[in-house]
Structure formats: C-alpha cells, structure tokens
C-alpha cells in the first residue's frame, strides 16, 4: 500500500546511511592575509575542493556553481574576486548589496539574495537581483513576483527549508512545502528553480550528508508531482563536500574565500 511505496522510495537513502561513507580530508585554506593576488589563490583552493567532492560522487564538477557569499565585504574585494573567475555573489542585506551592485557596475557576475527576506525590502531584490535563495512564505513570494519588472526575466527563486528547527532560523516546515511549492511556481514573474537549507553544524560526515539528503529527497518528491526542479543550493565552508556528495548545484562559500568577518 502506500507505506510500502514509501519504504520503496526512501530504500537508496537508507541503504547508503548503512554504507560506508567517505571522509573528505578537509585541507586548510592557504594561511594568508587576503589581498587581490591571495584571494586568487583561496578562490582556486575552494574550486580544487569542489572537483575532488564531485569526482568522488562521480558528478561532473561544472554541475556545481560557487556562490561567493560577500556580507560585509567591500566592492573592492568582490572586483579581485570577479578579476579570480567567481561569477556568482551572494548577499544577505539589501542596502548593502545594492551599493556594491552600483560599484561593480556592468561587471558580469550573478547576483543571488540569500538574506532572510522582509515583505518592505522585496521590490528591490525583485528589481535587482537574478536570483532569490530564500523564500519560506507565500506571501513574499507574490510580492517578489509582483515587483518583478516586465523588461527583465522571471526571477529564479528557491524555497528555504527549516530540516532542523531552530527558533532563529527561517524556513518553510518539510510538512508545508508541497502546497508553498505549488503554489509558488504558478506565479508568472517568478521561476521555482528548486530548494535551499541552511542546518547547524553538524558533528560528523554522515550526519552532515544525512541532513542534505532529505532536501535532496524533498526535491525528487516534488518533481515527481510535476514540477521540475534543478537546483539544490546547501553546503557552506564548513559542509560543502558533504552537500556535494548528495547532489547540491550551489554552494555558499564565504569564509573559505574571504576568511572570517
């Protein structure tokens, strides 16, 4: 009956949960002030880590997009950035990103909000940004797909979602993604890409990959109701090889790169 197609579906996961699972040696970043020429070397440091997570999950590592998480960090830092080959910044405070966006001016780079989300702060991020992380409500969804401009393309959005709860953490509840989903990819300015989580640390690989398997596995539930999404945006200095291992397109790198705030 139903039980057992559930059983069915979740059988891989709790086959490899029982399985060995490879430890990635993390290497330390280089230990370096960060200027312009270091940052070069930080940004390749994190792109090897990349390939040799994705190889070991036999993926093709170009299926998985740096995001250079940039709060608090100065335009000038995101131009030697840019200069090191990272096309995709990620900020969490509007006012903040919107004078950088000004500084780098035509620089062609990707511009992700992966900031908690307030419903007087959604018509700039829908003017100026491709890309939304972190929708948890509808309500900020209709908003975003409101202010969105005509001239520009729907806005590729992902839903956050609360795995682990945390009272000072956003999210949408596993139980209520479905309907948030659905609803959300009916709204024409905007473009339901796919899910995202942020979870606290947590204390070894097999915990780290069990927890980014569930929103792996929440993805694959909801394309098999129809919808079709690509992107799985987890993993962060701490866990992204771990995230990688279970299937994440984006990750958001920031201290890896540009060292702690």
């Given at each position: 009956?139903?039980?057992?197609?559930?059983?069915?579906?979740?059988?891989?996961?709790?086959?490899?949960?029982?399985?060995?699972?490879?430890?990635?040696?993390?290497?330390?970043?280089?230990?370096?002030?960060?200027?312009?020429?270091?940052?070069?070397?930080?940004?390749?440091?994190?792109?090897s880590r990349i390939?040799?997570?994705?190889?070991?999950?036999?993926?093709?590592?170009?299926?998985?997009?740096?995001?250079?998480?940039?709060?608090?960090?100065?335009?000038?830092?995101?131009?030697?950035?840019?200069?090191?080959?990272?096309?995709?910044?990620?900020?969490?405070?509007?006012?903040?990103?919107?004078?950088?966006?000004?500084?780098?001016?035509?620089?062609?780079?990707?511009?992700?909000?992966?900031?908690?989300?307030?419903?007087?702060?959604?018509?700039?991020?829908?003017?100026?940004?491709?890309?939304?992380?972190?929708?948890?409500?509808?309500?900020?969804?209709?908003?975003?797909?409101?202010?969105?401009?005509?001239?520009?393309?729907?806005?590729?959005?992902?839903?956050?979602?609360?795995?682990?709860p945390e009272p000072?953490?956003?999210?949408?509840?596993?139980?209520?993604?479905?309907?948030?989903?659905?609803?959300?990819?009916?709204?024409?300015?905007?473009?339901?890409?796919?899910?995202?989580?942020?979870?606290?640390?947590?204390?070894?690989?097999?915990?780290?990959?069990?927890?980014?398997?569930?929103?792996?596995?929440?993805?694959?539930?909801?394309?098999?109701?129809?919808?079709?999404?690509?992107?799985?945006?987890?993993?962060?200095?701490?866990?992204?090889?771990?995230?990688?291992?279970?299937?994440?397109?984006?990750?958001?790198?920031?201290?890896?790169?540009?060292?702690?705030?």
């Amino acid at each position: 009956g139903e039980k057992l197609r559930d059983i069915n579906r979740h059988l891989p996961l709790l086959i490899r949960l029982c399985t060995p699972i490879p430890v990635y040696k993390r290497a330390p970043p280089p230990n370096m002030l960060i200027g312009p020429q270091n940052l070069a070397v930080r940004v390749n440091h994190v792109r090897s880590r990349i390939t040799h997570a994705a190889q070991a999950a036999g993926r093709d590592p170009g299926s998985v997009t740096l995001i250079a998480v940039t709060k608090a960090k100065p335009a000038e830092l995101l131009m030697a950035a840019a200069t090191a080959g990272v096309t995709d910044f990620g900020e969490n405070y509007l006012k903040e990103a919107l004078g950088k966006m000004d500084q780098l001016g035509s620089a062609a780079v990707h511009w992700h909000f992966i900031g908690g989300l307030q419903a007087n702060k959604t018509r700039g991020v829908a003017e100026r940004f491709e890309w939304v992380h972190s929708v948890d409500r509808l309500g900020v969804a209709r908003r975003l797909s409101e202010q969105r401009p005509f001239h520009a393309p729907p806005l590729n959005v992902c839903i956050q979602v609360a795995l682990v709860p945390e009272p000072t953490k956003r999210g949408v509840e596993p139980a209520n993604l479905a309907e948030l989903a659905l609803r959300t990819a009916e709204l024409p300015r905007l473009r339901l890409r796919g899910l995202m989580c942020v979870p606290p640390p947590q204390p070894d690989v097999r915990a780290e990959r069990s927890v980014f398997a569930r929103l792996r596995i929440l993805l694959e539930d909801l394309n098999a109701t129809g919808l079709k999404l690509d992107t799985l945006s987890m993993g962060m200095s701490a866990d992204f090889e771990s995230a990688i291992a279970e299937g994440a397109t984006q990750v958001r790198i920031g201290t890896a790169i540009f060292g702690s705030r």
